[in-house]
Nanobody, 123 residues
């Protein structure tokens, strides 16, 4: 069973950068990995996803060009590099994994989730 642990969240000023990490235990080389976020009072939303090699990536329009998802399978770690952060990026960020053939933007496809890490962007 794969387990996911996120880290790297924190408080940053608008325009700044953060890099989130998601350390996975277990066999992850065949999984799709995704990042989602949930702001207070809002539904969880898709941020980014990548396939097992990192060669195929998907991004939400709101983060495209600012965020980059990558993975290091040797370290069993997925990263989310977040640049040019905006106050509206403030949320709890979750790492997730799945092995199905569903829509990678759909949180319902993912069956393994981390505990989340808080990202706060001040204006």
């Amino acid at each position: 069973q794969v387990q996911l642990v996120e880290s790297g969240g924190g408080l940053v000023q608008a325009g700044g950068s953060l890099r989130l990490s998601c350390a996975a235990s277990g066999r992850t080389f065949t999984t799709w990995m995704g990042w989602f976020r949930q702001a207070p009072g809002k539904e969880r939303e898709f941020v980014a996803a990548c396939n097992w090699s990192g060669g195929s990536t998907y991004y939400a329009d709101s983060v495209k060009g600012r965020f980059t998802i990558s993975r290091d399978n040797a370290k069993n770690t997925v990263y989310l590099q977040m640049n040019s952060l905006k106050p509206e990026d403030t949320a709890v960020y979750y790492c997730a994994a799945h092995r199905s053939f569903g829509n990678n933007r759909d949180s319902g496809v993912y069956d393994i989730w981390g505990q989340g890490t808080q990202v706060t962007v001040s204006s």
